[in-house]
């Protein structure tokens, strides 16, 4: 049974930083394209980050502009862990951050994605 489990959320002021991490079990995915989405209070889930296998142990990220120069993306665990690190937060980042897996080209669209975590919760006061 494949699973996804999300963590390192929580609550940190504005310009602080935080890294969430998900760890995929039941099955193999390091040739799977791995990535972040976010839902915001009140908004639709939408895109931040995500790792696309281009062969070996080579992954190519990508970036929502929302996050851009803000935000790291990369795997680790043998392609099977996916990392986000978080800089320079700002309120708007709040949201449930929602890690995904797919077998593919990288997606930045939500419904191409087969897998997904429960979310992990990230809260920036001003």
Not at 37 to 43: I, M, N, S, T
């Amino acid at each position: 049974q494949v699973q996804l489990v999300e963590s390192g959320g929580g609550l940190v002021q504005a310009g602080g930083s935080l890294r969430l991490s998900c760890a995929a079990s039941g099955g193999t995915f390091s040739k799977y394209n791995m990535g972040w989405f976010r839902q915001a209070p009140g908004k639709e889930r939408e895109f931040a980050a995500t790792t696309s296998w281009r062969g070996g142990n080579t992954y190519y990220p990508d970036y929502a502009d929302s996050v851009k120069d803000r935000f790291t993306i990369w795997r680790g665990n043998a392609g099977n862990t996916v990392y986000l690190q978080m800089n320079s937060l700002k309120p708007e980042d709040t949201a449930v951050y929602y890690c995904a897996a797919r077998y593919g080209p990288g997606s930045s669209v939500e419904y191409e994605y087969d897998y997904w975590g429960q979310g992990t919760q990230v809260t920036v006061s001003s």
